[in-house]
């Protein structure tokens, strides 16, 4: 049976994208990580696993019924998780919208049967990976905002050696 890799997130505006690629390369000297391609700059909402054509059919039809209005998203927060080696931007703060949405895609793919990690939903775009030994972060100068309006399922794929996150589905976010 095929499977995919699949999960939940929201994009960034593109001219946001290239300000933080821009920002990564005067932040962070070679040794810090692997940066992650500008397009694949995502923030996961719910991670769904290896799974199924059926059960993403059932899951998205689950993530089309939800209803609700767009929220702003600041990314004002920057952090270092040695152990799975990751250096993250995120908001200080999370919007409320952003925790209901993460909340509802998580619990319905937990009763859809995958897995939902136990840790809480800490919301990050991962920036760096590889980052397993000490690294300087740089001061949070920065201030990045924007509209969630939409939402997506995306898919994972690894080939010729590089891992690529496409959307296969998105559903806006209306008030
Ligand atoms: P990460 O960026 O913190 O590694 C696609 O792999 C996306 O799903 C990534 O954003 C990744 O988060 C997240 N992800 C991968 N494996 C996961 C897991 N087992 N539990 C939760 N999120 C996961």
Redesign the pocket.
Known sequence: MSTR?L?F?IGLPPTIQQEIIAWRATAFNAEAGRPLAAANL?L?LA?L?EISAEKATAISRLAGRIRQPPFTLQIDDAGHWPR?G?V?LGPRQSPRGLVQLAELLRSQAARSGCYQ?PQPFHP?I?LL?NATRPVAMPPRNFHWQFDVTEFAL?Q?TFSQGR?R?NIVESWPLTA
């Open positions: 890799r999960f997130g995502h996961t991670f696993g799975p990751v993250w990690s990050h991962s990976r995306w994972s891992t996150y």
